[in-house]
């Protein structure tokens, strides 16, 4: 177990509301986050000693589109740290998803290399490509995208049927996780009985049920209001500080405050990188 985040009690800003039984609040647009101190600028200055878990070498990505090659990605060079909170920007179509779809191993390069953890993607096979993306990355979408007719429960345990870490009580994890994120008392209930903080908190769950070194966000919080998106932020923050590294996409530069780092993507490349 890489975190002791299962160990602790769901602080109270992340808990659904006791009188709604759900974590949707009506002031979306009055609510404004709140940066954790540790987020805080002067308080960040993380000592990233660890070594690259996530390195993107000279990779290219283009689409055939009838007999076109369409050019998305040109020349992308990045490496992240064990530990780092890495904010990925830039304007629509630049990419963003397309990079983190290669990083995250659901898609492949037109050319280059992206290394995970020391092991690179050309020299894995196919299978060994499932095993390391399965038990090393979790993923978090703006769509949540859970299986409707499956529980919050069984969602969450979904990615342990192609790939589970050994003498793990899957059941047992799923149902901590599910605790650990507000929704002990959902376990049951289906995607369509769930607000869109709550499929998100089943959704991370579900990321986390392997003990992923990495988490991938594409908007995490794109569909969510603001005081919601501001407790899944807040999540994603205590994953951090527990020793994930999270690259994170998003359009919001004050979301992009809770990463140690963020980088540009425009045209093609990565255009800069500010700590
Ligand atoms: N499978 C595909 N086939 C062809 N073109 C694609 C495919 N996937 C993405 N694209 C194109 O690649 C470009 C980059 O898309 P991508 O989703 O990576 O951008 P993005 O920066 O994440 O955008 P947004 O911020 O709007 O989500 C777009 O022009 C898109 O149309």
Redesign the pocket.
């Known amino acids: 177990m890489k975190s002791s985040m299962l160990d602790n009690e769901v602080s109270s800003s992340e808990a659904p509301n006791p009188e709604t039984g759900t974590d949707e609040t009506s002031d979306t647009e009055s609510f404004k986050c709140e940066l954790p101190r540790s987020r805080q600028s002067g308080s960040k200055g993380k000592n990233l000693t660890g070594a690259p878990v996530i390195e993107v070498i000279n990779v290219k990505k283009s ?1 055939i ?1 009838g007999d076109m090659e ?1 050019p ?1 990605l040109n020349d992308i060079n990045l490496t992240v740290y064990e530990g780092e909170f890495l904010a990925i920007m ?10 983190m779809n290669l990083i995250g191993f659901l898609d492949r390069p037109t050319e280059g290399k992206i290394i995970i953890k020391g092991l690179d993607i050309n020299e894995l096979s196919d299978k060994e490509v499932a095993r390391l993306r399965g038990l090393e990355i979790g993923f978090v979408f703006q769509t949540f995208n859970l299986i409707p007719r499956l529980t919050a429960l069984e969602n969450v345990e979904l990615p342990t049927y192609a790939n589970a870490r050994e003498g793990v009580d899957t059941r047992k994890r799923a149902k901590e996780l599910l605790n650990l994120v507000g929704l002990g008392d959902r376990m049951h209930h289906k995607p369509g009985e769930l607000s869109g903080g709550q499929s998100q908190r089943v959704a991370i769950a579900r990321a986390l049920i392997n003990d992923p070194a990495i988490l991938l966000a594409d ?1 995490p919080t794109g569909n969510l209001d603001s005081r919601t998106g501001c407790e899944i932020l807040n999540m994603f923050t205590r994953l951090n500080e527990e020793g994930r590294t999270i690259v994170m ?1 998003t ?1 919001d530069p004050e979301i992009a405050k809770y990463a140690d780092r963020v980088v540009l ?1 425009k045209d093609g490349i990565v255009q800069s990188s500010k700590e």
Not at 90 to 99: A, D, Y
């Open positions: 689409y589109l369409v998305i830039g304007p629509s179509g630049s990419g963003k998803s397309t990079l908007e996409i359009h993507v």
